[in-house]
Nanobody, 117 residues
C-alpha cells in the first residue's frame, strides 16, 4: 500500500505562481519502472494529464502547460513537486498526485488550485 499526501493548493491571481507537493509513503520499493505524475480535473471536464516523471528521469508535459510548469522528484521517488508559473484561469482544477509501478497505481486525495482575479 502506498499513501500519497498532497499540499500547496490554493488561490492565486492570473500570472502568479504556485508550488504543489506530494509525499509518498508505505511500500514504495519496486524493481519495476516508477512513474509519478500530476493530473487535473476542472468542473465539467474530463481528468487530464498535466505532467509525468519516471524513475529514469524522463519528463513529459501536456502542451497546455509546457514551458510554464516544471515537475520534479527526488531520486527515491518519494516526493513529487509541480512548480506552476504564469498561471491562467484555465489552470483552475483539482490537481491529483499519482504513482504507478507495475500494475498498481495510487492516487492522492486532490488539492484545489484556483486562478482568479
Amino acid at each position: 500500500q502506498v499513501t500519497l499526501v498532497e499540499s500547496g493548493g490554493g488561490l492565486v491571481q492570473p500570472g502568479g505562481s504556485l508550488r504543489l507537493s506530494c509525499a509518498a509513503s508505505g511500500n514504495i520499493f519496486s524493481f519495476s519502472i516508477v512513474v509519478m505524475g500530476w493530473f487535473r480535473q476542472a468542473p465539467g471536464k474530463q481528468r487530464e494529464l498535466v505532467a509525468t516523471i519516471t524513475s529514469g528521469g524522463t519528463t513529459d508535459y501536456a502542451d497546455s502547460v509546457k514551458g510554464r510548469f516544471t515537475i520534479s522528484s527526488d531520486n527515491a521517488m518519494t516526493t513529487l513537486s509541480l512548480q506552476m508559473n504564469t498561471l491562467k484561469p484555465e489552470d483552475t482544477a483539482v490537481y491529483y498526485c499519482s504513482r504507478r509501478s507495475g500494475n498498481r497505481q495510487y492516487w492522492g486525495q486532490g488539492t484545489q488550485v484556483t486562478v482568479s482575479s
